[in-house]
């Protein structure tokens, strides 16, 4: 059963479409929807919001990893400090059940609508969906069944794993292929999350995918990142913010997990803001500082309070180093370089009160905004690009600037409180153009700047994922007593730990590919 959960169709879901005639014949309820008149348009938004609300999923490791967030909370040392603590094998394989769980939804989705002309844009968006699914899988673990995911209708129970190269090889032609299927002059997908089911928005969001997939390859196979880099800015990527592919969350179900993390209260109080970040937009004067930092009112109590707004002036924020607890020894955050001391009195005492937190009016609503691919993201991309020397329309210094004053004025889309205005964004863009007196030069300023992007917008795993494959910001590693990585920085995930006696054979196999084997120091192919 655990090899369906993964692999194949939810037998309760799926039974009319899936089961033998024998099963059929006994256990079919004549007052249920069958296949043939299953509308395949509900897979989507359960495929979309799965797919972004990882809760977390992406929180735990990447976040603290990258230095977007610190924490001194044992919970977090995953990601901080790299140790394991609680429940630090479920979230290793986390995002492994994430890819899955989405692909099995998208993959029958696509054979219910494969051939059928009312269906042709709701299966084209499902293949462009799929592409996305398994990129965010494959970056995170390495080698992942591709070709034989989904095939349990033909027996296969145990698929083997593909190789990270060959799953990129079919992702960017099967992502051409399906934004050629796209035809506005057709049915449009009915409960799409991204988009409303708008077709021309849909094939810019395919167009920019092309790029974040070819771009991921610019070290291990840079003539085949030169090749489709170029052939999705022909295409035609994001054009303003506007373009942004994101889900605002459904307040009256506190869907919204990434946020629901921030909301339960040992996260509310321990989660801060890492002192590199802080430190990254406070030395530049970037104005998203006061727009997603606050220090909480004095005092356990307030640093604790949910409805207590914080103070968002920039000149007080302070950034949590990471690698640091609060359990009185050398790693103590109180003994740490610098410590402000904590804020409060008496019996109401907040040690870490000093530091910025995220805005609770920006992180913390039910209804909070998940971003799935962003025009800053895509202008920086083409920033890069450009910078290589590849043919792409605009200069670099522009797709820069672009990325800039679009991750700026993006904030707003999070929550009114957190809007910087185009004026003072393009001041400040203009203020800080692009490096171009040698490549690497521009590579570090446009990958520091796409780590700011991901991370104001608590998109953690593509924070990760860039950082892994630009090496930018040069981040110091945490040297924590304990740690599993020899005070390295995560550079994968470690596969989902049922796979060794669900799929033993092809799980070992992959692991002897990978390069480090199936630890957290492993890296996946491209990540050279």
């Not at 209804?367 to 799935?372: E, K, W």
């Not at 004025?409 to 040698?438: N, R």
């Amino acid at each position: 059963m655990k090899r369906l959960s993964i692999y194949g169709l939810s037998l309760l879901l799926f039974c009319a479409a899936g089961c033998t005639d024998k099963f059929d014949e006994i256990n079919t309820d004549p007052t249920q929807a069958s296949e043939s008149v299953w509308d395949p348009n509900y897979f989507l938004p359960n495929a979309q919001m799965q797919y972004i609300n990882l809760g977390y999923g992406s929180i735990i490791y990447q976040s603290l990893a990258t230095q977007v967030l610190a924490s001194t909370f044992y919970y977090y040392g995953n990601g901080d400090k790299y140790v394991n603590t609680q429940n630090s094998t479920s979230y290793q394989g986390s995002i492994f059940g994430t890819t899955y769980s989405v692909g099995r939804l998208l993959a029958e989705m696509m054979r219910l609508t494969k051939d059928k002309e009312q269906y042709a844009n709701l299966y084209n968006v499902g293949r462009i969906m799929q592409v996305m699914n398994f990129q965010q899988g494959t970056d995170t673990y390495g080698d992942l069944p591709y070709t034989e995911a989904f095939k349990i209708r033909d027996g296969v129970q145990t698929p083997k794993y593909d190789t990270q190269q060959s799953i990129y090889a079919a992702l960017l032609p099967e992502l051409e292929s399906a934004i050629n299927g796209l035809d506005a002059t057709k049915l449009k997908p009915t409960g799409d999350l991204f988009y409303g089911g708008d077709i021309a928005k849909w094939k810019k969001f395919g167009y920019s995918l092309m790029l974040r997939v070819a771009m991921r390859l610019t070290k291990v196979d840079p003539a085949t990142a030169k090749t489709w880099a170029e052939k999705a800015a022909a295409g035609g990527t994001f054009a303003s913010i506007d373009d942004n592919a994101k889900i605002v969350a459904d307040a009256n179900n506190a869907n919204s997990a990434i946020y629901g993390v921030y909301q339960v209260a040992d996260d509310y109080r321990e989660l801060r803001f890492s002192k590199t970040f802080i430190d990254a937009l406070k030395t530049a004067g970037d104005p998203r500082l006061s727009a997603i930092a606050e220090v909480p009112a004095a005092g356990a109590a307030a640093n604790a309070n949910q409805s207590l707004v914080g103070n968002n002036s920039a000149a007080i924020q302070m950034g949590l180093p990471n690698g640091y607890d609060l359990i009185g020894g050398a790693t103590d955050i109180k003994k740490a370089p610098g410590y402000p001391g904590p804020t409060g009195t008496g019996n109401d005492i907040a040690p870490l009160g000093n530091y910025s937190r995220p805005r609770i009016s920006v992180y913390l609503k039910r209804n909070g905004t998940l971003f799935v691919l962003t025009y800053p993201e895509i202008e920086l991309l083409l920033a890069e690009a450009k910078a290589r020397g590849w043919n792409v329309p605009g200069t670099a210094a522009d797709h820069y600037k672009n990325g800039i004053v679009g991750g700026m004025t993006t904030m707003g889309q999070l929550d009114a409180t957190a809007d910087i205005s185009a004026a003072t964004a393009t001041a400040y863009a203009t203020a800080h153009p692009l490096t171009t007196t040698s490549l690497e030069a521009s590579l570090k300023d446009i990958n520091t700047q796409y780590w700011i992007v991901t991370g104001s917008e608590f998109n953690f795993m593509e924070n990760w994922h860039n950082w892994r494959r630009s090496g930018y910001p040069q981040l110091t590693p945490v040297k924590y007593p304990g740690n599993v990585t020899g005070g390295t920085i995560p550079r994968r995930m470690i596969y989902l730990s049922t796979e060794i006696i669900n799929n033993g054979a092809s799980y070992k196999e992959a692991v002897n590919r990978l390069n480090g084997g199936d630890l957290l120091t492993g890296r996946v192919w491209w990540d050279k």
